[in-house]
Structures are given as structure tokens and as C-alpha cells.
């Protein structure tokens, strides 16, 4: 099984500020990667598949990038409602789809 | 809008079996590409898949609880249902039931959860 890695654990940030979160795979996994917004007691929500595809609605401020074991989500200009934990999630070998341990963003 | 939800026990002792439905709407699992999946998050722990079902009733499971779980549909109901036998405290968590984006290897819709409490 994949082992994904997510860094930081917790970022500190503001409103506006332009974040980056990081993700590594124990092994390739292609562009096959998925990243969700989890926010306390509400559904997990996907934002980005296949590394970098945004999903419906996803506004553009949301972006993904990287492949194979490295990985990348990018909030451009962060939003109050932006303050979330998130998950990436490899689907190369699939299932599992085994999923990171998180990176909270808060304030 | 695809919408899901789930639902079952709040609290199960050890040994006995946990039974959870997903009602879902805005798609059909009778139709071809849909699927349907089972994710946990333990507390404190990070989520993981346990199964998932497709639109011709292939069905998968996690290695480690292929031998306690099982998962159902009933498309006439717009249901999936998971039964995990001789549960223990490790299979307390939250829930979740997702949409597998169709055709893909994403879960794009999700419920919000329902947790679970395996106590005597």
C-alpha cells in the first residue's frame, strides 16, 4: 500500500495570503491524485483530481499541480471560508485510494 | 445535485454487527459507471476506504476487513447498505458514504457522516 505523506501538519495563515500545501507519495502514483476540503461536521469535498483538475464549482483560486510522488495544492488568495483541513489521496492503485494525513489550515 | 446521507446506530458493543445505509439521490446505481463507496475516519486517525460497490454489483473491500464487511445495494430504494461484523473499539469513527466520480477513481459527492461508538 501507498503511503502518503501531507506537510505541514497545521499552517498558520491569513485571509488573502497565497498558501501551499504539500503531499508525497511512498511511491509513483502517476497524476493519479485527489485533494478534499474537510471542514468540521459538513461533507469532505473534492477539489482537485488528477493532480490538477479542478471539480465543478472549485473556484480558480483552488490549483493543483506535481506527479508521480510530488504534490502540490495551492490557494491563491485565502478566504475566511477557506479554513479547513486537507486531504490528498492517491487513486493509482485502486482501490484503497490510500488517503494523507491532512494539513490543517487556520488562522 | 447528487446528494447522499447516512444512517444507522450511534452506539454498538463489541461483538456485535454494525449495519449503516447510505440514501442517496440524484443518480441511479443501475446505471452503468456509478459506484458507490464506504470511507471511516477513526478519531484522531486519517480516513480510510473500506468498500465500494459498482453499478453491476462488483463489489470491493479492504484487504484487512475483507473477512467483516459487506455491501449491499438496492437500487430500487436509491440505497447502499454496509454491515460490519464482530465489531471492536477500533472500528469506532465517522462514517462517510461517497459518490465515486463516475467513469473515475474520485469521490466527488459525500455524506456528512455519522459516527460511531463501539462500547460496551
Known amino acids: 500500500e501507498t503511503v502518503m505523506t501531507q506537510s505541514p501538519a497545521t499552517l498558520s495563515a491569513s485571509p488573502g495570503e497565497r498558501v501551499t500545501l504539500s503531499c508525497r507519495a511512498s511511491?509513483?502514483?502517476?497524476?493519479?491524485l485527489a485533494w478534499y476540503q474537510h471542514k468540521p461536521g459538513q461533507a469532505p469535498r473534492l477539489l482537485i483530481y488528477?493532480?490538477?483538475t479542478r471539480a465543478s464549482g472549485i473556484p480558480d483560486r483552488f490549483s493543483g499541480s506535481g506527479s508521480r510522488t510530488e504534490f502540490t495544492l495551492t490557494i491563491s488568495s485565502l478566504q475566511s471560508e477557506d479554513f479547513a483541513i486537507y486531504y490528498c489521496?492517491?487513486?493509482?492503485?485502486?482501490?484503497?485510494?490510500?488517503f494523507g494525513p491532512g494539513t490543517k489550515v487556520d488562522f | 445535485q447528487i446528494t447522499l446521507k447516512e444512517s444507522g446506530p450511534t452506539l454498538v458493543k463489541p461483538t456485535q454487527t454494525l449495519t449503516l445505509t447510505c440514501s442517496f439521490s440524484?443518480?441511479?446505481?443501475?446505471?452503468?459507471?456509478?459506484?458507490v463507496a464506504w470511507i471511516r475516519q477513526p478519531p484522531g486517525k486519517a480516513l480510510e476506504w473500506l468498500a465500494h460497490?459498482?453499478?453491476?454489483?462488483?463489489?470491493r473491500y479492504r484487504t484487512s476487513l475483507k473477512t467483516r464487511l459487506i455491501i449491499t445495494k438496492d437500487t430500487s430504494k436509491n440505497q447502499v447498505v454496509l454491515t460490519v461484523t464482530n465489531v471492536d473499539p477500533e472500528d469506532t469513527g465517522t462514517y462517510y458514504c461517497?459518490?465515486?466520480?463516475?467513469?473515475?477513481?474520485?469521490?466527488?459527492?459525500w455524506g456528512q457522516g455519522t459516527l460511531v461508538t463501539v462500547s460496551s
Open positions: 461517497a459518490h465515486i466520480k463516475k467513469w473515475g477513481r474520485a469521490f466527488d459527492f
Open positions: 440524484g443518480f441511479s446505481l443501475d446505471t452503468s459507471g456509478e459506484a
Open positions: 460497490i459498482y453499478w453491476d454489483n462488483d463489489k
Open positions: 511511491q509513483s502514483v502517476s497524476s493519479n
Open positions: 488528477g493532480a490538477s
Open positions: 489521496q492517491e487513486n493509482d492503485l485502486w482501490p484503497p485510494g490510500t
